[in-house]
Nanobody, 115 residues
Framework: QVQLVESGGGLVQAGGSLRLSCAAS??????MGWYRQTPGEQRELVAT???????NYADSVKGRFTISRDNAKNTLYLQMDSLKPEDTAVYYC???????????WGQGTQVTVSS
């Protein structure tokens, strides 16, 4: 059974930093990623990382956010620097099992950036 536990969200002032973590269990994952969603909007990609370390970022976060993973710990991270009010959203961890099948999602963690 796949389980994802996110942590690290909170309230921060513009220009500040936060680090999100997603502890995964129950499988080995090929692609892991962070996504975010605001009320009334569709969930959007923030960043993804393959098991080999190849990364992909949304243009809006390039140069400010860094995604990483620890395969030994099955944990995903997102270092968010130079945060802006428009980064305010619920952030979700999403993963794809190495053997295929459906994607799994965490419960979400709120990030609020005040101006």
């Amino acid at each position: 059974q796949v389980q994802l536990v996110e942590s690290g969200g909170g309230l921060v002032q513009a220009g500040g930093s936060l680090r999100l973590s997603c502890a995964a269990s129950g499988s080995i994952f090929s692609i892991m990623g962070w996504y975010r969603q605001t009320p009334g909007e569709q969930r959007e990609l923030v960043a993804t990382i393959t098991r080999g370390g190849s990364t992909n970022y949304a243009d809006s976060v390039k140069g400010r956010f860094t995604i990483s993973r620890d395969n030994a710990k099955n944990t995903l991270y997102l270092q968010m620097d130079s945060l802006k009010p428009e980064d305010t959203a619920v952030y979700y961890c999403g993963v794809k099992p190495l053997g295929g099948g459906r994607d799994y999602w965490g419960q979400g963690t709120q990030v609020t950036v005040s101006s």
